[in-house]
């Protein structure tokens, strides 16, 4: 059985103190806890700091182009479901040049985890304004204030049709592992955006900003996480500084209704080549 050290691979290289740190230690454990070994679980990453947890992450990974991780990690699915795929990136990656691909990634339900460590601002490249920084926020690209309205995730990914949508913050990480592994059992498109505080260049939205703001949706008393509606205006309410599992929807994920489902509830793509057809296609490109 899989132990955390097997799920540790190279040492992490973020700034002491990132969000990205939690949401790393996070995921190794919920994949011990679920029984998972390394060989399972394919992790796929987008560029900038995020897009390092590939690296970090013990188990097959795939560091892919800025934006592209969820065509790849759909792809990787398709290609084999019995392995767990986990996307993974940032706000600039995901909701910025990825966010043609995140929108069609939520429609399409194919059965993967797609976690976001959102910090509100570019990091890698030294602190420019994100997808996700708010109006007015003050960078060394806006230095007047961010005159655009912030991409809302949680409503686009909602109304785009994913099927499980939730939020959590690197400050509390019990509830982001249970989060993380909701969603990782969860058959379907699951987008968890992380709060993931950037303490190198962003001093606004701080891991105390964020304990004095957060309200956690999960200990709130009659909230519905399969009302589609209450979930948007709740979100709403909170101008989307929430935590929970926000949304939840049980439909049929994609591989189901294209390929059609074995009573397993899993469909095996021909991935075995014969040799006269494998070396047609070798004679075709040699000419």
Request: glycine content about 10%; aromatic content about 8%; proline content about 4%.
């Amino acid at each position: 059985m899989a132990t955390l050290a097997d799920f540790r691979f190279e040492k992490a290289t973020w700034c002491p103190g990132c969000g990205d740190f939690s949401v790393l230690a996070a995921l190794q454990q919920v994949c011990v806890r679920m029984g998972l070994e390394p060989e399972d679980v394919c992790c796929v990453s987008g560029i900038g700091c995020s897009g390092k947890i590939s690296q970090h992450f013990g188990s097959y990974g795939f560091h892919t182009l800025h934006g592209r991780s969820l065509p790849t990690a759909q792809g990787i699915k398709m290609a084999n479901q019995d392995l767990t795929v986990i996307a993974a990136g940032g706000d600039g990656d995901g909701y910025g040049i990825g966010m043609g691909h995140f929108i069609h990634a939520c429609r399409r339900n194919v059965d993967i985890t797609y976690i976001v460590m959102d910090n509100h601002i570019y990091g890698l490249t030294t602190g420019q304004a994100s997808p996700t920084s708010k109006k007015g926020f003050k960078t060394k690209t806006s230095p007047t204030g961010v005159a655009e309205e912030p991409v809302k995730p949680l409503e686009l990914a909602i109304v785009a049709g994913a099927s499980f949508v939730a939020q959590a913050f690197s400050g509390e990480l019990k509830q982001m592992q249970r989060i993380i592994e909701e969603g990782m059992k969860h058959k379907g498109f699951s987008l968890i955006n992380v709060f993931s505080p950037c303490v190198t260049f962003n001093r606004v939205n701080t891991y105390e900003w964020f304990k004095e703001n957060i309200v956690n949706l999960d200990e709130e008393e009659g909230y519905d996480k399969h009302n589609k509606a209450k979930a948007l205006q709740r979100i709403g309410e909170t101008d989307s500084v929430c935590t929970g599992i926000l949304y939840q929807e049980d439909r049929p994920a994609f591989h189901e209704a294209v390929l059609g489902a074995t009573d397993r509830g899993t469909v095996k793509l021909p991935l075995e080549i014969p040799q006269a057809e494998m070396q047609s296609l070798m004679d075709q490109f040699r000419r």
